[in-house]
Structures are given as structure tokens and as C-alpha cells.
């Protein structure tokens, strides 16, 4: 059973920088997809940042040269180092993971429960 558990959310000035993570459990971490998404209020589910098993990135538009993901496999853990925060960065920002490589389409099936980052 996967179960993916984050942490580090919180509220901070524009500008400001949050690291979430992201624990898992139940599974060989090092061999799957992983991802952070983010949902704001009255919009849609979007992809934020994900790493493959071989350390390969990649990030939305909005984000690039502001959030740095990385992976810890021997903690089994994901991050999502946040710089240069904006107002719009404010969401509920979920982890997830997937069977099989990132760049070759995937599903994510497995989901966090969400922490929230608020940036005023």
C-alpha cells in the first residue's frame, strides 16, 4: 500500500522560500515517477515539477528557475525547494507518484493529502 505524506507548507511574504516534502512509504521509491502538483481556489489541478528515478527534471513555465525538486532515495523522500515565492504561487500543493517514466506518459496514482502554501 503507497502512501505519500507531505509536510512543510505554510504561509510566507512574496519572496520569501519553503521547502516542502514529501515521505513515502509502502513502495521502491527510487524506481517510480514523482511528481508536485498544485490546485488555487476555483482552479484547475496543475503540474508544478517532477523527477524521474534517473534524476531527470522537469518544470511548468511558471516556476522555472524558482523551484528546485530533488529526491532523497535513501530517506524515501521528495522536495520541492521554493525561491522567489509569488502571490500566485498560493495553492494547495500535493505530491504524487507514478509507475514507469516520467517522459514516456504516465498516470499518477498515487497521491499525498495536500499541504497548503499561502504567499502574501
Known amino acids: 500500500h503507497v502512501q505519500l505524506v507531505e509536510s512543510g507548507g505554510g504561509s510566507v511574504q512574496a519572496g520569501g522560500s519553503l521547502r516542502l516534502s514529501c515521505a513515502a512509504s509502502?513502495?521502491?521509491?527510487?524506481?517510480?515517477?514523482k511528481g508536485w502538483f498544485r490546485q488555487a481556489p476555483g482552479k484547475e489541478r496543475e503540474g508544478v515539477a517532477a523527477?524521474?528515478?534517473?534524476?531527470?527534471?522537469s518544470y511548468a513555465d511558471s516556476v522555472k528557475g524558482r523551484f528546485t525538486i530533488s529526491q532523497d532515495n535513501a530517506k524515501n523522500t521528495l522536495y520541492l525547494q521554493m525561491n522567489s515565492l509569488k502571490p500566485e504561487d498560493t495553492a494547495m500543493y500535493y505530491c504524487?507518484?507514478?509507475?514507469?517514466?516520467?517522459?514516456?506518459?504516465?498516470?499518477?496514482?498515487?497521491w499525498g493529502q495536500g499541504t497548503q502554501v499561502t504567499v502574501s
Open positions: 504524487a507518484a507514478a509507475i514507469g517514466y516520467c517522459w514516456g506518459g504516465v498516470t499518477f496514482g498515487y
Open positions: 523527477i524521474d528515478s534517473d534524476g531527470s527534471t
Open positions: 509502502g513502495y521502491t521509491y527510487s524506481s517510480y515517477c
